[in-house]
């Protein structure tokens, strides 16, 4: 790897943590700040904070053992453990993105639905996909070629990144119209009232939500995408082999991609939930 690759990723690994940490530090110390949906930003962020602690980090310490080609004592490892908390950073954004889908779309089942065993039921399930695919992962590794091995996985792998991604366009395209909708109904009987009443004022309804919305989805649409291109390579390349695989010219980006995915959401909390903004500022 060369060095510019070591100083972003150790830069962004801190970046990582340190917001990371912070959140569930600031949720736990506040009793006001423990509800439904914190608990699954809380699952979120310790997903995210454990991605910045390892997939870097891990990387290093197997590089300056000898490598991290197959071979290589921990080279296996290292992947196990990255993959285990990157999927269960997704999964958990995709139960928080089901979770606030509920919310805005359907608010008479949310009340009903959405109980707290219900978020810890999305949680555990969140976790334990992410630990299914790592064990189906090791189980294949030690009764398949590499070849084989390869392939099977990048099938798992892009059906879970298929899934990942439909399932965050349908809940951010579905909340954005119903946002759209309530918006452009308030501003119609504003206009009406501003007519009928001179002089009233109304306050704008605040987009910076549904703008920071859009970037954590976007930003994680991009990284699945990466992945999804380095999966269709491995797979169609006829016989990879332990030292080189298709996507290996992609890691150089891949890794830090992924790591600054787990840094932007602590940033979209402090912009866009009310409750931990209030915190933040003291209220």
């Given at each position: ?36 949906t ?22 290093f ?13 921990y ?13 269960a ?66 099938v ?7 899934f ?120």
């Amino acid at each position: 790897m060369e060095t510019w690759f070591w100083i972003l990723g150790w830069i962004l690994s801190i970046l990582t943590i340190a917001g990371n940490g912070f959140t569930v530090l600031l949720v736990g110390s506040q009793s006001r700040l423990r509800t439904k949906t914190n608990a699954l930003i809380v699952s979120l962020a310790v997903a995210d904070f454990c991605v910045g602690a390892f997939a870097v980090p891990s990387l290093f310490v197997c590089h300056i053992r000898g490598g991290c080609n197959w071979p290589q004592p921990y080279a296996s490892w290292v992947d196990f453990i990255r993959w285990l908390f990157v999927y269960a950073s997704k999964m958990n954004l995709c139960s928080l993105a089901l979770y606030r889908y509920m919310a805005v779309v359907k608010p008479l089942k949310y009340v009903t639905f959405m109980t707290a065993r219900r978020v810890t039921q999305l949680t555990y399930f969140s976790w334990l996909i992410a630990l299914g695919y790592v064990i189906f992962s090791v189980i294949m590794v030690l009764n398949l070629t590499f070849s084989s091995y390869i392939m099977v996985l990048s099938v798992c792998s892009t059906v879970l990144e298929i899934f990942f991604s439909c399932m965050l366009i349908f809940c951010f395209i579905s909340m954005v119209t119903v946002v759209y909708k309530q918006t452009r109904s308030s501003a119609i009987l504003a206009k009406q009232l501003r007519f009928n009443h001179r002089g009233l004022t109304f306050q704008k309804y605040d987009k910076s939500a549904v703008v920071m919305l859009a970037a954590v989805v976007g930003f994680a649409l991009v990284c699945s995408a990466i992945s999804m291109r380095c999966d269709f390579l491995e797979f169609f390349v006829k016989h990879p082999t332990q030292h080189s695989t298709p996507c290996k010219s992609d890691f150089a980006y891949k890794i830090p991609m992924l790591v600054l995915n787990s840094a932007i959401n602590p940033l979209a909390y402090a912009f866009f939930k009310g409750d931990i903004k209030r915190a933040l500022k003291g209220k």
